[in-house]
């Protein structure tokens, strides 16, 4: 019997998989191991192995094309062996879930004021078939929303009338998508049309879907990649429900300066890697969550639980072209300043070249975000879900201080930390921080 290979779940907040490059082509025979295609997750391409031995009979989605969880990705089976029976399962068009093909619910009131959209303002009849309801598979109805394309008013390539990827992409391309004139009128006239009609009073109030905008002749619309997606999400979902509260504090980098100029030229004679500003704060968070287990926690409401982690793994902001990814430095703790600062360089690398594995960004307890490169002086970050905390690193600027009574320069950078006040309180996010002050002040202490 053919197999199904569908999109897994690579990432723990990867919701759909871009398929970039097949690697293999229909008609191959692979064997469970073998890698067939590449995947853009939300934060890394990676490769797309088989669990099973067997023939490529059939590509089912393009390159390029985005799929669900779940979804259908290709066949294997024996040679000769049809696909058909796997297709139907997924719906023809394979860009459904599993159990897709099964229909959603009823049409309830629920479902009327979707269709009813179609038209607001118009005659206020409903255009989709089936009773209001459309039939369509949740990659369709994905993509329409977001291509700001009225699924009710497209015709369905796919089983019984069904909307497919196909379709919304032709309205995209604006190939014109037959209009479902016929279904209007039977509803209406059926015993069926009394609850169609009680809907229909409704669709005024019910929010429409916000068509997009139109762009302009000064303006380029780009498909979002799927870490952009991720970031606004997760970052969204992190502002608006996690409480944050801000604690700022400057601190004296003159010693900080002098420690690291002495520690890279020791470092250099001994071919180590070069120890940054970035570097020293992370060990001084490190040292400090070692110190304060009350912020090296994560509030996680689902499961009623405050977890408060037993490992110190400090994840470091790192922005490129796509967005921004957060590889984790683990066991910070322990670690010298010389493999801090080379684990840093090595993340930050894979970070750019997208080559970051689950291993390299999973499991972080508390978060770094540094913009003091830009010239930044000071800023806040949103927390890095499920930390409780995060530190906006600002630049060290030359400032006026007051010294034994006579003013004098001074080194001084700011930092912020933002706390999810759902796991920490002022005072402990206040003590921390002026241990991370102290540990940065007297540089030496972090080598004891």
């Not at 669990?51 to 990705?73: H, M």
């Not at 040679?79 to 297709?87: C, F, I, R, T, Y």
């Not at 300043?337 to 993340?347: G, K, P, V, Y």
């Not at 906006?392 to 003013?407: F, H, N």
Request: with cysteine; proline share 6%.
């Amino acid at each position: 019997m053919a197999i199904a290979v569908e999109m897994p779940k690579m990432s723990d907040t990867m919701e759909e998989g871009v398929l970039v490059a097949w690697l293999a082509e229909e008609g191959d025979s692979v064997s469970a191991g073998d890698v067939i295609a590449q995947v853009e997750t939300d934060k890394a391409t990676m490769d797309l192995e088989v669990y099973d031995d067997g023939v490529l009979l059939k590509k089912v989605v393009d390159e390029g094309s985005g799929v669900p969880i779940g979804g259908l990705i290709a066949v294997l089976g024996k040679e000769g062996e049809s696909a058909d029976d796997v297709l139907a399962k997924y719906g023809g068009s394979g860009d459904g879930a599993a159990t897709e093909a099964a229909p959603e619910p009823a049409a309830t009131p629920e479902a009327a004021p979707v269709s009813e959209v179609v038209a607001p303002g118009g005659d206020g009849a409903p255009t989709a078939a089936d009773g209001g309801r459309v039939k369509a598979s949740p990659l369709a109805r994905k993509m329409a929303e977001e291509g700001g394309i009225d699924i009710a008013a497209l015709s369905g390539s796919g089983p019984e009338g069904r909307i497919v990827k196909r379709d919304v992409e032709a309205a995209m391309r604006g190939d014109a998508p037959a209009a479902k004139a016929a279904p209007v009128a039977q509803p209406l006239a059926q015993p069926v049309a009394q609850p169609v009609a009680q809907p229909v009073a409704q669709p005024v109030s019910a929010p429409a879907p916000v068509a997009a905008p139109a762009p302009t002749a000064g303006a380029e619309d780009q498909k979002l990649s799927q870490m952009r997606k991720t970031i606004a999400r997760r970052l969204a979902q992190s502002k608006f429900t996690a409480p944050h509260f801000y604690l700022t504090i400057d601190v004296d980098m003159a010693e900080a300066m002098a420690f690291r100029s002495r520690l890279n030229k020791l470092g250099e004679a001994q071919g180590k890697a070069k120890v940054s500003f970035n570097d020293l704060v992370t060990k001084a968070c490190a040292l400090a969550l070692r110190q304060h287990p009350a912020m090296n926690a994560s509030y996680l409401e689902d499961e009623g639980v405050m977890r408060y982690h037993r490992e110190v793994h400090v994840a470091i902001a790192v922005a490129i072209d796509e967005g921004l990814l957060t590889p984790v430095v683990r066991h910070a703790d322990r670690k010298g300043l010389s493999e801090i600062a080379a684990d840093t360089r090595e993340l930050a690398g894979k970070a750019r070249d997208r080559t970051l594995q689950p291993q390299d960004w999973e499991g972080s307890t508390f978060t770094t975000s540094n913009l003091g490169m830009f010239g930044i002086e000071e800023f806040t970050a949103i927390i890095n879900p499920p930390n409780a905390a995060i530190l906006a690193i600002g630049g060290i600027r030359d400032v006026p201080v007051v010294q034994d009574g006579e003013l004098a320069a001074g080194k001084r950078m700011k930092v912020t930390l933002s706390c999810d006040h759902r796991a920490i309180d002022g005072a402990t996010g206040a003590q921390f921080l002026n241990t991370v002050k102290g540990y940065l002040e007297q540089p030496m202490t972090m080598l004891l």
